[in-house]
């Protein structure tokens, strides 16, 4: 009878209630359970892969090496590899790498975290369970089976009593015997109580119904703490603005289930094609121009290890960043790469400061990428898909990312990247110190035939090489030394490698977004460099913020025109836009061909142009002279006098003409130099053959009269050779006239040698 009573009236729906609850929590702490052997599962599997060790490995050459780091961060050393830019560069832009995996002590290290993961008896794992609002916080010691539950009081709700929590559909269980652990959530949930810092080692947090687990954080640091409860449970607007005040760098890595330390390719190890799938391996490689094979065996959340330099983890961050929004632009982007580049996003990424993940859908030709990518993103709501209907190519794409975008930095990231824990913040950090830096992550590289997760060298920086190919090149020992820079201090970085980075929304407009003359892919790291640069901004590696990236060995998707020609058109727009005279360089270097604009249409460039006038953005020069003073870049291959051997003369152009004198620097009338693009310049006169009469004209680099080859070597050394004529034709003096004539080349006549006062290049 007296059970009965219980079952009767509004009573029955509470026991009702209590009995679904508790067993509800017995699921959880079952859950939980399992989610600790796990995690010492991974702890014994790590210990396998360090006493393995990491096998040595190549990755192929495509030309441009990022060198990867061949040391032990551990003891903070690091060995010099020297620039590695001596590679065959040509034709070869924004590529990968080959690179030497030794890393055996660095990848043990790393796949620990970067520190010890200690089952930490002192320290408790704290259960947090959201229903609609969240309500309590159930604390189980590790060492202890009792659970105990407290009510709490969280982002607004707040529970006085146990009929309350009752009324609120909410278990509470005993007040008892909570001792310490009371300090612990009291210091969580009180606001106004920032001096918490509370470490938690496993996390699981329950939402209405869902269970994500915060797996393998090197640490989670809680300060503010109704702010941090709001980050939990990803709500931005109840994110609160205290400026001034720091945190730790959080490390976050979240996961929809437990992760299985047996997976393949799990914590970034290499995964192996077996055996009877190599044919199908090889088949599919030309989907994505990497192991999709591999790829698709992977788990889209895949753990990776922690590649920070130690100091990071104790790198203090300001609590009131910005919010960014992670821009992904695509074309026909293999499936299981795309989704591992979103979660790697969703679960690495502070909520509070992710507003939102723009996928933009460049016109791919794949099926899967259509509904089927709808469907499935579809489960999270931060993520939203832009459908582009005709191709863009990717600059286009990523100015319709930002144009959609709603958070404060705009964060572009290629579509086949794996973002390491803690990528974020030291991002946005620098962005709040100051709107005009440009941030990029160190870009790691995600091997394309095993798939794993490979470290770089540190102190890399971007850079380029005429003409205009992008490089990496390590910072001097002097320079480290001179700046007294540890390995996590921000790198200023000539130029970006284009594909990751994070700029300030407003900036980016203010810039000018990108050029959207630029096709397809191409030039458009090296726009943004110029203009970031010499219109008042900076940019940077953060060292503490690292991100993996497939490097292909070549495009999976189609140019809608011919490659080579979409991506000369894109750096000759840049070069005749950002580089004033030093363009020349640029075209010297192969691109001669266009130099005739009548040949090769580059487009529009008024608008560009008008810009940076606008912008007051300053001269090529003087980016040269502050930003990368170490690029070699004379404006001109010589000049001075032009000495004639067999006279002892030089040449001067007075009266409209062209004779000898006697040498002599300070007359003006002798001064000539000789260009990138071959003339023989004065001022603006050049000298040109008509016939075999050689004559002064204005100087016009595309007509080949103009052209005189001058080599410091071989046969012809020291002759001004007349450039497309069928027999060698060469300057010579003419004794008597004192004048100049075009003559048969003759290696050993001393009247055809001529030398410059200066040469500033071979
Ligand atoms: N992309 C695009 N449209 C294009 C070309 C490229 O959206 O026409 C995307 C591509 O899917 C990738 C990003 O832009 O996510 C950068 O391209 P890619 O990875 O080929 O450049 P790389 O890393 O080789 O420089
Ligand atoms: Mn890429």
Redesign the pocket.
């Known amino acids: 009878m007296k059970f009965r009573k219980y079952l009767r009236g509004s009573r029955r729906v509470l026991a009702f209630v209590f009995v679904a609850s508790v067993i509800w929590l017995l699921f959880d702490i079952a859950a939980l359970r399992m989610s600790f052997n796990d995690v010492s599962q991974d702890l014994k599997e790590r210990e396998f892969a360090q006493k393995q060790g990491r096998r040595k490995d190549d990755i192929e050459d495509m030309g441009f090496k990022h060198p990867l780091q061949p040391v032990n961060v551990d003891k903070g050393t690091f060995i010099k590899k020297g620039n590695r830019f001596d590679r065959k560069v040509k034709d070869v ?4 790498a080959k690179a030497r995996q030794e890393t055996n002590d660095l990848a043990r290290n790393h796949l620990n975290g970067g520190k010890a993961y200690k089952e930490d008896s002192n320290r408790s794992n704290v259960l947090i369970t959201m229903k609609s609002v969240v309500k309590e916080i159930i604390i189980i010691p590790e060492k202890n089976n009792e659970t105990k539950t407290m009510k709490a009081k969280m982002i607004g709700t707040h529970l006085d009593d146990d009929e309350e929590h009752h009324r609120n559909n909410t278990v509470v269980k005993s007040h008892k015997d909570v001792g310490k652990h009371e300090n612990l959530v009291n210091k969580l949930l009180k606001p106004g109580n920032d001096e918490s810092d509370i470490n938690i080692d496993s996390t699981e947090i329950h939402s209405s119904n869902k269970t994500h687990f915060i797996q393998k954080p090197t640490e989670l640091i809680l300060r503010g703490p109704s702010e941090e409860a709001a980050m939990l449970f990803n709500s931005t607007d109840v994110r609160m603005r205290r400026s001034g005040r720091l945190h730790k760098i959080m490390a976050l890595d979240v996961t929809d289930r437990p992760r299985d330390p047996k997976a393949i390719g799990q914590f970034g190890q290499p995964a192996k094609v077996p055996r009877d799938k190599e044919v199908e391996s090889r088949r599919r490689w030309g989907e994505g121009h990497f192991n999709v094979f591999l790829s698709d065996q992977i788990p889209v959340d895949r753990a990776i290890p922690d590649t920070r330099p130690h100091l990071c983890s104790e790198s203090l961050v300001h609590d009131d960043l910005p919010t960014t929004s992670v821009i ?6 293999v499936w299981s790469t795309l989704l591992r580049s979103v979660h790697s996003v969703l679960n690495r990424s502070p909520p509070h400061l992710l507003k939102e993940v723009i996928l ?4 791919s030709t794949k099926d899967y990428l259509k509904e089927q990518l709808d469907v499935y993103m579809s489960q999270f709501s931060k993520v939203r898909i832009i459908r582009l209907k005709e ?5 286009r ?2 100015i319709a990312g930002a144009d959609a975008a709603t958070g404060e930095v705009l964060t572009f ?4 990247v794996e973002c390491n824990i803690g990528w974020l913040e030291p991002l946005l950090e620098r962005v709040r110190l100051d709107h005009r830096k440009v941030v990029c992550p160190v870009i790691e590289v995600i091997n394309d035939k095993d798939m794993s997760y490979m470290l770089v060298d540190n102190f890399q920086r971007g850079i380029f090489r005429w003409p205009l190919v992008f490089g990496w090149s390590a910072l001097t020992e002097e320079y480290i030394k001179k700046n007294q820079m540890t390995d996590s201090d921000p790198i200023r970085c000539p130029v970006m ?3 990751l980075f994070s700029i300030d929304k407003k900036y980016f407009y203010e810039l000018g977004s990108y050029d959207p003359g630029l ?4 030039g458009e ?1 090296m726009e943004i460099s110029f203009k970031i640069w010499m219109c008042g901004g900076e940019i940077e590696i953060i060292p503490c913020s690292r991100v993996g ?4 060995g070549d ?3 189609k ?2 025109k011919d490659r080579v020609k979409t991506v000369e058109r894109n750096l000759a727009r840049v070069a005749e836009v950002w580089l004033d005279d030093y363009k020349e360089i640029f075209y010297s270097h192969g691109y001669h061909h266009l130099l005739d604009k009548s040949i090769t249409d580059i487009g529009n460039l008024t608008e560009q142009i008008q810009l940076r006038e606008k912008l007051k953005c300053k001269s090529f020069k003087w980016y040269l002279d502050n930003v990368y003073p170490d690029l070699n870049a004379p404006l001109v291959k010589a000049d001075g006098l032009i000495f004639n051997v067999g006279t002892r003369k030089c040449l001067i152009f007075q009266n409209g003409s062209l004779s000898f004198d006697k040498c002599d620097l300070s007359n003006k009338s002798q001064h000539f130099s000789y260009t990138w693009l071959m003339l023989l310049r004065h001022n603006t006169s050049c000298v040109a053959s008509r016939e075999m009469h050689v004559i002064m004209e204005p100087c016009d680099n595309i007509k080949p009269h103009q052209h005189w080859v001058h080599k410091s070597g071989g046969v012809l050394v020291e002759h001004l050779m007349m450039e497309g004529h069928s027999q060698p034709m060469c300057l010579e003096a003419e004794v008597n006239s004192d004048g100049i004539l075009l003559k048969g080349c003759d290696p050993i006549n001393t009247l055809q040698k001529w030398q410059f006062t200066h040469y500033y290049t071979q």
């Open positions: 832009y924004r590529r990968g992904f632009c695509f074309v026909d982007e933009v859908d460049d016109c191709r863009q190519g990717l600059i794409a990523r990231l290629d579509s086949h490698a284009g594909g096709d397809v892919w191409g790291n990236h497939i490097f292909r495009n999976p998707y140019f809608p």
